[in-house]
């Protein structure tokens, strides 16, 4: 079974500081594992992946995410926020289980930048 | 590609009528997944398919919620009769490999 784990429902951080947003997965395999953003009623847009090749991925917006197996963590980082970023962030786990595809999606965490 | 296409992307309803929701997912994507979002419970994996057949369907609330995927190319999820709970957007993603794309969703109003 797999399942992916948001540690903060919310998080606050000034404009200009660094922004950590937890995501720890559980699975018997390698999996593929992304973060997905939301921008208030919007859909959802991917932000970056991780599908075992490097494993510190660089997504857009100047977001990256290191893949740790042995804390099995994919946490989201960037150096600076920036007022554009809050919005609410989703950890996904992707992996073939039975023979298929299974994505399952941790519970978000919505990132408030204070100005 | 334009992408996984939803629609419409407003639904306003009244209790106790149909409500049909579309969903065109990219070609070639040989997996279709049906989510419901909501404050209250956040992102609920409703249904997925595979290659146009129902995998798993655990998360369909009640017997009022249904899905079909008669094609590659188009799928519909059906509530029948809806109630205000149901109120909700949803959302429907296409995957290829292990990567997940996302059409822009339904808002549904039920009153």
């Known amino acids: 079974a797999q399942s992916v784990t948001q540690l903060d429902s919310h998080v606050s951080v000034s404009e200009g500081t660094p922004v950590l947003l937890r995501c720890n997965y559980s699975s018997s395999y390698s999996p593929s594992l992304f973060w997905y953003v939301q921008h208030p009623n919007k859909g959802l847009q991917l932000l970056l992946k991780?599908?075992?090749?490097?494993?510190l991925v660089k997504g857009i917006n100047g977001f990256e995410a290191e893949f740790k197996k042995s804390e099995t963590s994919f946490h989201l980082t960037k150096p600076s926020a920036h007022m554009s970023d809050a919005a609410e962030y989703f950890c996904?786990?992707?992996?073939?289980?039975?023979?298929?595809?299974?994505?399952?999606f941790g519970t978000g965490t919505k990132l408030q930048v204070i100005p | 590609d334009a992408g996984v296409i939803q629609s419409p992307r407003h639904e306003v309803t009244e209790m106790g009528q149909e409500v049909t929701l579309r969903c065109k997912p990219i070609?070639?994507?040989?997996?279709l997944f049906w989510y419901r979002q909501t404050m209250m419970r956040g992102l609920e994996l409703l249904i997925y398919?595979?290659?146009?057949?129902?995998?798993?369907d655990s998360g369909m609330p009640e017997d009022r919620f249904s899905a079909k995927m008669p094609n590659a190319s188009f799928s519909t999820l059906k509530i029948q009769p809806s109630e205000p709970r149901d109120s909700a957007v949803y959302f429907c993603?296409?995957?290829?490999?292990?990567?997940?794309?996302f059409g822009q969703g339904t808002r549904l109003t039920v009153v």
């Open positions: 070609s070639g994507h040989d997996y």
């Open positions: 991780y599908t075992s090749a490097a494993t």
């Open positions: 398919f595979n290659n146009n057949v129902p995998i798993d």
């Open positions: 993603a296409s995957i290829v490999g292990t990567e997940a794309f």
């Open positions: 996904v786990v992707s992996l073939n289980s039975g023979g298929y595809q299974k994505v399952t």
